[in-house]
Every structure is written in C-alpha cells, then in structure tokens.
C-alpha cells in the first residue's frame, strides 16, 4: 500500500481521464527516441517501436510461432534444400504509390543479409537472383529449412529513403516524435485508425500520466512499479510478457577451473536467482532453466541445478577435494585457491548490481569472485578468446534457432565454450526440421543436455509490461511483440467506451 501511495504522489497530476479530441487517433507514449535526425535510414526506423506499422516483411510469426504469408504468395523450397524460390504477391504499393517489384524485394533482402551476422552465421553467405517477374530465389550454404519462422519474418522490404509498403506512413515529424497516417491503399484493407502518434517521453512517471490524463494510449514499456499501479485502474489493459531472451553467467568449459562440471553444477546451485529478480529487477523477470523459452519444451525434471540450493553445492566442493585449509573463506585444492574473474557487461546497468550479489552468494560456499566491468559491444563474442577468461555476465536472445546455433562447438558467439557431439548433431537437425512439432522435440532433448552438463548459470529471463486503454477494441491482445504492434491496423475505436 506503501508504495503504489507514494507512486501516487510522484505521478504529477492524476486528472479524470479526458479522451483525446479525435476519438481514431491512438496515441503511444515511449522513451524510445524517433526523430528525423536519428532516424536517417529504414534499418533505423524498422528496429524501432513503430517499425512494423511502416514497413512490412516477407511474412510474419505470431504469437502461437504459426507463420503467415505477407508480402508473398508462395514459399518453394528447391532440391537440396538450399535454395528457396519466392513468388512476390501482385499489386503491393509502396507509400508513394508505386507498385512493388522483384527488383525493390531483391535489394531489400540484399541489403538486410549484407549487414544481419545472426543470417550469415545461420545460413553462411547468402544470395539473391531475381528468377522472372514477381519471382526470385534465395540461396544459401546451409539449408533453408527454417524460412518460415526464420528468414523471413526478418527481410524487411523499403526503399532507399524511409518509404515502405506498411499499413501506416509516414506523415511529418513532431518536436518529440511522428506521426503517422493511415495508407488508403493497403493491399490488406485501410486501417480502422485514421493516425498514430508516437510521442517520445523519457520519464516514465510522465508517460503513466499522459496515459491516466487521456494524452496517450498505449504503453510498450513498463516497470513493475508502474504495472503494479496501473492494473486496478477498469479502464486500461495491463499485461506482463515474458521477453524473448535471457541472462546468463557463461562459464568458460575450457578453463582449467570450469572443465569440472561438478564444479559448474555447485555454482549455479549457489546463486539466488530469486534475489536476483527481486532485488536487482525489482520483480521484472522469471527463472531461466535454459537459453529456450520455456514454452518451446516439455520440463522433464526439476532442474535440479537451477534451484537454489546452497548446503548441496557446498557439498559437491567438498566431495571434489576443496577444503578451507587457512580459514580465510575461501576453499582450496592442491595449494591453488577457488577464486575467478567474472567479467560482466557494464552497457547493461542493471549487472553490476547481479554480479555483486552472485559474488556474495559464491563467497557463502567458499568461492572468491572478482567482479570486472568490461564494454561489451556487438563484436563481444569474438573479443573474449577461449583461454583469457572464466566467466561472463551477459545476455542474449532466445527468440529463434538461429540463436541456439550460438551453443555448437565451432561457433564464435559460443561464450561457455561448450562442446557436445549430440548438441551439434541436434543443431544440424533443428537447420532441417520443418515445423513446430519437429522443433519442440529437438527442443526438449536441448534442454536435457543443459540440465545435466551446466554449459552455463541461466538466471532470469526479463518480462515486460505494457498498458493499452480500452478505448480500442483489440487492445487486450496486445502482448509487445512485432506482430501484435502489426495488428494495431485492425484496431478499432470502442464506441462504448466512456
């Protein structure tokens, strides 16, 4: 009660919700800056909040993992596997009213996989040839299996400028945001909403308000505090949302200390991921027992290496010969004392506060840590070489398969150098499998070899929180995904709302 009084008194004013004058215009309220000077090119404007409501891609994954066609009619795949011909659907126009062509399709795409290295790791170097009219083909050195949930829910299509072919475009710039129009000539229908207006506001006691007041209509981003706050309130849809990747402390299997897989399970025994969530999220976050979103597998067991359980992680330390032989706290074996760096991404805010904590709770089993902050940037995996490390606090995507390629033996981004035959060979099988049924088994036999060799401390994954006024109707399925800020063209004002 304490808190949600003194959110209350922080939120600077919190008038009876007034509606905006236009009643089809939605209004969303982000800290994500849009403006004409920092978004100069479609890969900027795409990646962005609003990028889906102005671009569109290939096709698109929902948010049950069913793929659907958008911009095409037709996915072939060709003998071998490695090519895939794609028959583009006729009379798509961009914002400009020029019509789409092989030509426009064939230089996005090209232009996409010429800067993704998460394609180029998944399918190794890939090629586009334009075939006939509204035809073109895909070729890549590894098969294309995956297409459909991967590729190409990923191929954006624009021109050079910021023109695309989306259900909105853009219509002029805002001293602190854009506004964007509905396109009469959408190929799948006009959008029910005549205008969005992206307003970007960085305090997020001021987005609530704007929200509270009538200014604004949908949150993408929220804290727990926030969230917590605004659920009672009848008039707005409040949803919390696992996000798509988690944090993990890499453990370097290559070092003469984590090769010991014993040694690996008493860590991740040791650490409260409980606390982690509470103390350092704030309550934003689930247990991670993987790199796989947990509803990609059947949970076989319990585990047993992700629960807290620190009396058992000391035991497999003294069980494995390490002893406090000068009672300073810190075990050792053979004259050599338990300690290791951990290196931890000091872009992210929030690791300095986790490996300050899992330094505590290693220290209660006798482990000496030192926490060392370290500028990990897009080129991190490369930069840390197998034998100069023990560990990494650092977090990556766990959307799709091209990321689990991150966990075979040969790969660059593999930060736990962890090697297992029956892990690549799955790997290999999951580039071929077809649908989703294929995937989930592959999936669980993943998530059995995680469990039982401890590639890694799996901590949390992150969960988001959104907030949508119920003035529109199809606002309560909004989750904060791609295809849910798509679907905002088949919204809707609720004329019952008051």
């Known amino acids: 009660m304490f808190i949600k009084a003194l959110i209350a008194l922080l939120i600077l004013a919190l008038p009876s919700c007034n509606k905006p004058r236009q009643k089809d215009v939605l209004i969303i309220a982000d800290a994500d800056k849009i403006d004409k000077e920092s978004v100069d090119d479609p890969a900027?404007?795409?990646?962005?909040v609003i990028g889906d409501l102005v671009f569109n891609t290939l096709s698109y994954v929902d948010n049950d993992l069913i793929p659907h066609n958008l911009l095409i009619e037709e996915v072939r795949p060709l003998p071998g596997?490695?090519?895939?011909?794609?028959?583009?659907?006729?009379?798509?126009?961009?914002?400009?009213?020029?019509?789409?062509?092989?030509?426009?399709?064939?230089a996005s795409i090209s232009r996409i996989i010429e800067r993704d290295e998460y394609l180029k790791e998944r399918y190794g170097q890939l090629k586009?040839?334009?075939?006939?009219?509204?035809?073109i083909r895909v070729t890549g050195d590894n098969p294309l299996a995956d297409i459909d949930t991967v590729l190409l829910p990923n191929l954006y299509i624009s021109l050079k400028g910021l023109g695309g072919t989306g259900p909105y475009s853009l219509a002029y710039w805002l001293y602190n945001g854009v506004e964007l129009e509905a396109n009469e000539d959408y190929f799948e229908g006009r959008p029910k909403i005549k205008k969005i207006r992206y307003l970007y506001e960085e305090d997020e006691r001021k987005r609530v308000n704007m929200l509270l007041k009538g200014e604004a209509d949908l949150l993408v981003w929220l804290s727990p505090e926030m969230a917590g706050f605004l659920k009672p309130d009848s008039r707005f849809y409040v949803k919390e949302i696992t996000n798509y990747s988690y944090s993990a402390l890499f453990l370097n299997n290559e070092s003469p200390l984590f090769r010991d897989k014993a040694l690996r399970r008493a860590v991740s025994m040791a650490i409260d991921r409980d606390k982690l969530i509470k103390k350092v999220l704030k309550g934003s976050g689930t247990k991670a027992s993987g790199p796989l979103p947990s509803y990609t597998f059947q949970q076989e067991n319990d585990t047993a290496s992700q629960n807290y359980r620190p009396r058992e992680a000391f035991r497999l330390l003294k069980d494995a010969?390490?002893?406090?032989a000068d009672g300073d706290g810190i075990l050792e074996k053979n004259g050599k004392k338990l300690r290791f760096r951990l290196y931890y991404n000091s872009n992210v805010e929030e690791f300095k506060k986790m490996a300050?904590?899992?330094?505590?709770?290693?220290?209660?089993?006798?482990?000496?840590?030192?926490?060392?902050?370290?500028?990990?940037g897009e080129s991190t995996d490369r930069n840390f070489k197998p034998g100069n490390y023990d560990a990494i606090l650092n977090g990556k995507s766990s959307y799709d398969s091209v990321n689990l390629l991150t966990w075979g033996s040969s790969s660059l981004s593999n930060l736990s150098r962890f090697s297992n035959r029956e892990m690549d060979t799955l790997l290999e099988r999951l580039k071929e499998a077809t649908n989703i049924e294929q995937k989930k088994e592959i999936y669980n036999k993943m998530q059995r070899i995680f469990e039982e060799e401890v590639p890694a401390v799996f901590l949390y994954n992150p969960v988001i929180y959104t907030a949508a006024s119920k003035r529109f109707k199809g606002a309560e399925d909004f989750v904060g995904s791609a295809y849910s800020m798509y679907k905002i063209k088949d919204w809707s004002v609720n004329e019952d709302y008051e």
């Not at 659907?89 to 789409?100: L, T, V």
């Open 44 to 48: 900027a404007l795409q990646n962005s």
């Open 81 to 106: 596997g490695k090519t895939i011909e794609i028959k583009i659907r006729k009379g798509i126009r961009f914002h400009d009213g020029m019509e789409m062509t092989e030509s426009d399709v064939a």
């Open 128 to 135: 586009v040839a334009i075939v006939d009219k509204l035809k």
């Open 321 to 324: 010969g390490w002893r406090d």
């Open 356 to 376: 300050d904590l899992i330094s505590q709770d290693l220290f209660e089993i006798g482990i000496g840590v030192e926490a060392i902050p370290a500028d990990m």
